[in-house]
Each structure stands twice: as C-alpha cells, then as structure tokens.
C-alpha cells in the first residue's frame, strides 16, 4: 500500500492565514526529463471536495482547454512532453502553464515513464513569492538532459528576476556569478548544470508585486550519488518568507534510511538535530547532507529548506528508485488536505502509504477518511512531544483533517523487476487563501408550521441557472420562491444550479414543519367582586408566557383587564386574547340582582399582533342589544345585534384606515331598563 506520515507541531501562524495548497489558480511548467521525443507522460490531478469546473491555458503558445470536476473524483490533465516540456539549459521558453477553477481544488503534477516517476503538490498561485533558494541534487549521470536543474515561472508581465546560480549553468553563467532576466506571464526560464548541482541558487523577482513559481530537480540521478537506481526527482519551492525553524521528519517506510538535506537562507545559520552539537552553515544557500536513520526533529536559528531523499535500491531493502519531498515545518501544517493516492506502470499499490506528523496531544484529533486514526501513532524516539503514523492506502481520494495541524506525504515503490517511486508532500504553505467568491448557499424565512409560507432565497453567487426542489414533490425556478407545506415532517430542500460547468452543483438543507398550534382562551369572562377564575391553555406546548409573565399553562385571575397567552411548541407557536370583567354581585341570585354593566373599549389595534385585534363589548344581564359603527363620513362599516360579534376593522374584506370611529349601542337590560350610548373609538396600527 501507499504510506504517509504525518507530524503535529504547535501552530505558530496567526488566525489571518490559513495553512493549505488549496487555490482557484495555479502557475507551473514542465522541466526537460528525458528530452523531446520522449515517452514521458505529464499530468495534473485535480481534486476537489465540492463540484467545479476550469481552464487549464498555456498563454505564450494558444493553448486553452477547459475541464469539469466532480467532487471527491479526480480529474487529470495530461500533456504531451514534445509540446510542454521545457527543454534545453540557459534558455526562455513560452511553455509556462496556468490553471484556473471556479472553485478551490489541490493540484498535484506528476510525471511518469516506465521506470521513472515522480510527484509534486502545485502551489496556488497567491501563496507564491519572489525569493527562493533551490534545492535539487548532485547529477551523478553524465547525460545532456539529466543534469540538476532549477525552472523559474513567471506570473506577471514584465517581471524582472535575478538569479545566482550555485554552480556552472550550462552553456550559461558561471557559479556565484548573479544574472537577469526579464519574463512575462506564461513564460519560464530553464538552468542546468551537467554534473553539477544547483543547490543554493538564489531566484528573486525584483518587484514585490510579481510573484514567481521555482520548481527545481532533476531529470535522472542517483541517491546518493554512489547508490545504483537512477530517476527524476522534482520539488516545487516555497518562497522563503514561509519558511520555519523547526521540523520534525521520519524516514520513509521500510526503508533502513533516507538522504536529508539542509539549506541556509541566511549567513551563519546553527543547525542541531534532536538536540545534538550544532552544524554551522557560514553563508545563506550553503547546505548540509546527512543520512537519516530514525525519527529527528531539526532546529534552526534562522529559517531553513529541509528536504528528504529516497534512496534506490541497491542501498535499501526494499525495491523503487530515488524521489524526493520538500518538508514541513512547524508553521507549515495544513488543518484539511484532499488527494489522490494513484498508482501507475510499475507502481505496488501495496506499498500506498500516507506518512503522517503531528505533536502527540493532537493525535485523537487526526481523523483519515473521516475516522480516528489515533492507535496508529508511535511517539519519536528523541522527543515524545511529536508523534507519526504510517497509514496503510488505497489508490482512491482520501482525506485528512484536524483542527490542530499536521505534516503528510504520501509515497509508493515498484514491485520487483523494474525500480520506480514516487513522493510529495501534502502540507500547506502560509497564506491568505481568497475567499471563494463563487460559492452558492441557501437560507429561508422563519417558517414554523403547517400552512406558513417558506420563502427561500439564495446567498452568495447567484447561478446562471438552477431549479428548487422542496422535499414534498414540488418544484420552483423562481429566484425566490414562496412555498407551503401542507404535513409536517422534516423536507429536504435542495437547490440544483449550473454555473460555467457543465455538471451541476447542489446544496440541501433539512426544513422542519411542525404541527399547528391553535390556542383558544374562551369567550370573555365576568366575575363577582372578591372572587377569582382560572384561565387554562387549550392546548399542550413546551412554553408558555402570559401576559402577566407567568409561564405556567394556567393562572388565576381577580382583577378587570385584558390577558393573552402564547404557546409555542417547536417551531410553532400561537396566541389568544380574553377578556376578564369585575363586577358587583350580591350573595343572592345572580341572574336577579346582579347590577348590569357594559363595557365599550375606547381603542383597538387590528394589526395582527395578537394583541387587542378586535374590537368587542363586553356586558352582562343585556337583554337586546344593537350595535353599529361609522367611519368619519358617515358611512355605515360594521353592524351587529350580539355582543359575541367581533368587528375585525375592515369593511367589505380590506383594512379600514386608522382614525376616530362613531360606535352607537342601543338596548336594555333584562331589568327592563334601557340603554343607548354614542362614542368616539380610536382604529390604531
């Protein structure tokens, strides 16, 4: 199986930056491997954890193509080595490639012929700088096109660079000696140096604004230079202001050990491993080699490049060829990385493995493929604050994630026969990743029961098209549409939408209705003087709050006034309104002695607040009654001969205007007397 590890160290990047190699845009091009007319096959694997789409465009040579990926499901970009691979040393090419999507994906290029192999993750375009170091290795095969190379992109037009090479560039520039070259976007520059090494060269962009990409490697070589099994080995760089001083790395798995090395980006770096005596190196781009045997953790005063060689072969016991991985430091550590674990020619898919650090507290919280892979960890031999893991891997799109951080790689051998593997490094690079202009999400009303009306919207990008279903069989393509539901029951509610892509993206969201609530107080009350009713909610509910402020589902009233109720239950809830009148009694009976009363409000409100929406008398011992009510010119808006009648403020079916109203109320009692009352009534909002 395929193996990576992972390494957790404490996070020192402030909350503005994020740690990833996810991007929308990508710059990259292809250095010279076996020369033209190869067979080498150059691709780019694009995943993504959501559907998106893109262009893949080579600017300087009219190249354009466009491409679609579904999410969790890689798409490869291939490209023919005779069209895109840069060939020749000391030279300008048209040949650079740039990558853009809707949405954010990881980019991973990997080039490969039979017996020869290797990877590296592509930075995003913004997450690039203008000052790097390269680090390749020493060409040890006396070959026109395998010698240590270094591959400069640029971004932006006019971008002015200066390089100084660490050794002899062929047909170019000699060691130490700083040149210029001036590129625009799509074009890149390509040195060599034939058995020599270009580790150390210093490439800076003399304009902060024009960040440049530096790939750099070899087209074939042997790890080290002594040791039989020869391949391609390429890294893409990290600009300098990303670099760390701390990093925790193991060897590769099954291996007896691995090449490392160390790069100074300042004069008089100190340099220990697992706490040993300190190595000096004395100028910036100076490096050290050593042989890695177990788990080491190196720190520097000064930030460094750290990277890791696979041995071939004949110098370990296990089969595949020389690959390298750039790795992380402590402020490199990615919190969620997506990738494609894949396997070609004479790739074992049983040795897949995903090769992952981290510090040791922070193991429970590593989860691969969504669950916890905390029991595969093993803590360094020299420092139980870092842990790692060899995580067996199948050839699929897997993930990994933790709110903490890690370190990863992934990496494979052969079989026996032909020697070949492949390396890259997973982590994330410090910097502010744009925000994702194109995302599309939904949002609806505070819809709550049976017969309310949801309105939906969108948020964020609006799509050139889409279509709603709402979880009942329905269906709207309005921007925003109006919905109700007629059961309650949880719905999901889906937006399918297309933009430039061609397949389409969806959001869901799970609606809940719930059941109606009707509450229902009862008629108006009276009750004799010194004595008290209680008034009880109709229905059950898991709150409930009175007008008094009790939250009980019942209280007890003895004073005149207006009370209301509202229950909620869920995402529903309702409200009722009654009315309670103290009167004078004596101790006989009632219907005899009891002195009638009639009670007129003098305002109401009918705004559907709940609260006092209808306008309503309230008497007792009436025998007839006739009531009728005009607006300020006279007309006649509302007439009844019950008080049980309550006028709702409209006048045939639309709302009356505020204002003063003349209510007149004529009839008796069933005492025999009789009554007749005119007055003004304030209609309110």
């Given at each position: 199986m395929r193996l990576f590890y992972i390494l957790c160290c404490v996070l020192t990047y402030t909350s503005s930056m994020g740690q990833s190699l996810k991007g929308t845009d990508f710059w990259l091009g292809f250095p010279e491997q076996l020369g033209v007319g190869s067979a080498m096959k150059q691709s780019v694997y694009i995943v993504s954890d959501v559907n998106t789409c893109g262009t893949v465009t080579s600017p300087k040579i009219g190249y354009s193509k466009s491409f679609t990926v579904t999410a969790s499901v890689p798409t490869i970009l291939n490209f023919h080595a005779d069209t895109f691979e840069v060939n020749g040393t000391d030279t300008i090419s048209e040949k650079g490639i740039h990558i853009t999507t809707e949405h954010p994906v990881f980019a991973t290029f990997l080039s490969r012929d039979n017996g020869q192999a290797d990877a590296f993750s592509i930075v995003p375009t913004p997450a690039l700088g203008t000052e790097y170091y390269a680090v390749t290795y020493t060409a040890s095969v006396n070959h026109p096109v395998y010698n240590s190379g270094l591959l400069v992109v640029a971004t932006v037009d006019n971008t002015s660079i200066t390089i100084t090479p660490a050794d002899d560039i062929e047909n170019g520039t000699t060691m130490g000696t700083p040149f210029d070259i001036i590129l625009d976007a799509g074009e890149v520059y390509q040195g060599s140096s034939r058995m020599g090494d270009l580790t150390g060269s210093h490439v800076i962009s003399n304009d902060p604004t024009k960040p440049i990409a530096l790939i750099a490697g070899l087209g074939c070589t042997r790890v080290p230079v002594s040791c039989n099994a020869c391949d391609c080995i390429y890294e893409e760089m990290y600009p300098v202001s990303t670099l760390d001083t701390i990093y925790p790395l193991i060897i590769f798995k099954d291996r007896d050990e691995d090449m490392v090395r160390i790069i100074a980006t300042e004069d008089n770096t100190s340099v220990s491993d697992n706490g040993g005596p300190p190595i000096l190196l004395a100028n910036k781009g100076d490096f050290f080699e050593y042989a890695l045997t177990s788990e080491s953790i190196l720190e520097s005063d000064k930030p460094i490049y750290v990277m890791q060689?696979?041995?071939?072969?004949?110098?370990?016991?296990?089969?595949?060829?020389?690959?390298?991985?750039?790795?992380?430091?402590?402020?490199?550590?990615?919190?969620?990385?997506?990738?494609?674990?894949?396997?070609?020619?004479?790739?074992?898919?049983?040795?897949?493995?995903?090769?992952?650090?981290?510090?040791?507290?922070?193991?429970?919280?590593?989860?691969?493929?969504?669950?916890?892979?905390?029991?595969?960890?093993?803590?360094?031999?020299?420092?139980?604050?870092?842990?790692?893991?060899?995580?067996?891997?199948?050839?699929?799109?897997?993930?990994?994630?933790?709110?903490?951080?890690?370190?990863?790689?992934?990496?494979?051998?052969?079989?026996?026969?032909?020697?070949?593997?492949?390396?890259?490094?997973?982590?994330?690079?410090?910097?502010?990743?744009?925000?994702?202009?194109?995302?599309?999400?939904?949002?609806?009303?505070?819809?709550?029961?049976?017969?309310?009306?949801?309105?939906?919207?969108?948020?964020?990008?609006?799509?050139?098209?889409?279509?709603?279903?709402?979880?009942?069989?329905?269906?709207?393509?309005?921007?925003?549409?109006?919905?109700?539901?007629?059961?309650?029951?949880?719905?999901?509610?889906?937006?399918?939408?297309?933009?430039?892509?061609?397949?389409?993206?969806?959001?869901?969201?799970?609606?809940?209705?719930?059941?109606?609530?009707?509450?229902?107080?009862?008629?108006?009350?009276?009750?004799?003087?010194?004595?008290?009713?209680?008034?009880?909610?109709?229905?059950?509910?898991?709150?409930?709050?009175?007008?008094?402020?009790?939250?009980?589902?019942?209280?007890?009233?003895?004073?005149?006034?207006?009370?209301?109720?509202?229950?909620?239950?869920?995402?529903?809830?309702?409200?009722?309104?009654?009315?309670?009148?103290?009167?004078?009694?004596?101790?006989?009976?009632?219907?005899?002695?009891?002195?009638?009363?009639?009670?007129?409000?003098?305002?109401?409100?009918?705004?559907?607040?709940?609260l006092n929406d209808y306008f309503n008398i309230v008497g007792h011992d009436i025998g007839l009654i006739s009531i009728n009510i005009y607006n300020n010119i006279g007309t006649l808006i509302f007439t009844s001969n019950s008080l049980n009648n309550k006028w709702d403020g409209t006048y045939k079916n639309l709302p009356i205007n505020p204002g003063v109203l003349l209510v007149t109320v004529q009839g008796n009692f069933i005492n025999g007397n009789s009554f007749e009352v005119l007055k003004n009534v304030t209609l309110l909002k």
């Open positions: 060689y696979m041995e071939g072969n004949a110098c370990n016991p296990v089969n595949g060829d020389p690959s390298m991985i750039r790795i992380n430091g402590c402020n490199q550590m990615e919190t969620f990385i997506q990738y494609d674990a894949f396997i070609f020619n004479n790739i074992d898919a049983s040795t897949l493995t995903t090769h992952i650090i981290c510090k040791t507290v922070d193991t429970p919280t590593i989860d691969f493929d969504g669950s916890p892979i905390g029991n595969l960890f093993q803590t360094f031999a020299a420092d139980n604050t870092y842990s790692f893991a060899y995580v067996p891997t199948t050839p699929a799109i897997h993930t990994i994630e933790s709110p903490n951080g890690f370190a990863a790689y992934v990496y494979a051998y052969s079989a026996a026969g032909v020697q070949e593997s492949y390396a890259y490094s997973l982590a994330g690079i410090p910097y502010t990743m744009p925000p994702d202009t194109n995302t599309t999400d939904i949002s609806f009303n505070d819809l709550a029961c049976i017969s309310d009306t949801a309105i939906f919207s969108i948020t964020g990008a609006i799509p050139d098209s889409f279509i709603w279903h709402f979880g009942d069989g329905n269906a709207d393509t309005a921007l925003m549409p109006e919905h109700t539901y007629q059961d309650a029951g949880n719905y999901l509610v889906e937006l399918v939408y297309f933009n430039d892509c061609a397949n389409p993206d969806t959001v869901r969201m799970t609606l809940t209705v719930d059941s109606n609530i009707n509450v229902d107080l009862g008629s108006n009350q009276e009750i004799c003087e010194d004595n008290s009713i209680v008034i009880s909610s109709n229905v059950s509910g898991s709150t409930y709050v009175w007008s008094t402020g009790e939250t009980n589902d019942s209280i007890i009233v003895d004073t005149s006034g207006t009370y209301w109720l509202t229950v909620s239950d869920g995402n529903c809830q309702d409200q009722d309104t009654i009315e309670v009148v103290v009167i004078s009694c004596d101790s006989s009976n009632h219907q005899d002695t009891i002195n009638p009363i009639l009670f007129i409000p003098n305002a109401f409100s009918p705004n559907n607040d709940q």
